[in-house]
């Protein structure tokens, strides 16, 4: 049985209010459900790691961890920079996210 691994990005004040009351399927929120795949490429590449040493949280299994503010614009550098490492897709979705957060001055979510 594969796990459910979700990378959510509330689209505004009020999403971001329901994302922490632990609503699930927010209408108005990104929602991507991690692939095997895509998360063994984000892993490989080192991308969990470098996240959390710049941004003091633990993106790991079995956690859930925000990131917001200044560690956005911190996790987007890291994303362009591993742009050799992780597949296109992966790399420009995660990209996208981010930047959608940052955008619309909200939270990226990682909730494994």
């Not at 895509?38 to 996240?51: A, P, Q, R, T, Y």
Request: proline share 1%; hydrophobic share 40%.
């Amino acid at each position: 049985m594969n796990r459910q691994r979700y990378i959510t990005v509330p689209l505004d004040k009020e999403a971001m209010h329901l994302y922490d009351m632990g609503e699930e399927n927010i209408k108005d929120s990104l929602q991507w459900i991690l692939t095997e795949k895509e998360f063994g490429i984000l892993n490989d590449s080192s991308f969990f790691e470098k996240i959390n040493n710049i941004s003091d949280v633990l993106i790991d299994d079995y956690e859930s961890e925000i990131i917001q503010g200044e560690n956005l614009e911190r996790a987007y550098e890291v994303v362009c920079l591993l742009c050799d490492v992780i597949s296109n897709d992966t790399n420009e979705k995660l990209r996208v996210y981010i930047k959608t957060a940052i955008d619309r001055n909200t939270l990226i979510a990682f909730d494994f």
